[in-house]
């Protein structure tokens, strides 16, 4: 019988993201839904496209409301969505707490509340 992952993956566009999403697509028995608001580009993800294991959507990782449905038909999450740099997290310091703490916070008790194992 084989086991089929169904993986959810925030930050999917980012460096670290394409990469994994890249190597956990290799194997065609894993789902991957990767969510990202392609804040640089979607660039990275281009070479993935064809793949048919593996689902986009452009959306904003704080837009909780637009994704929450999605997240019980998976059970694997990646939360890599983050504003990345001291720099950059200094300057847009609301952003960085909504999208590095407070959105992983959000889903995470999402998943506990419907008695999903993390």
Do not use: W
């Not at 670290?16 to 804040?39: A, H, K, M, P, Y």
């Amino acid at each position: 019988m084989i086991n089929k992952k169904k993986i959810f993956i925030t930050g999917g566009a980012g460096y670290i993201g394409s990469i994994l999403s890249e190597i956990l697509s290799d194997d065609v028995n894993n789902e991957i839904l990767i969510l990202d608001n392609f804040t640089y580009n979607n660039q990275s993800l281009n070479h993935l496209l064809y793949r048919k294991n593996i689902k986009i959507i452009d959306c904003d990782v704080r837009d909780f409301d637009k994704y929450k449905n999605l997240l019980f038909d998976y059970n694997f999450f990646i939360p890599l969505a983050a504003i990345v740099g001291a720099p950059s997290c200094s300057k847009n310091s609301i952003s960085s707490e909504e999208i590095n703490v407070m959105s992983v916070i959000k889903l995470f008790n999402a998943l506990i509340l419907k008695n999903i194992k993390l």
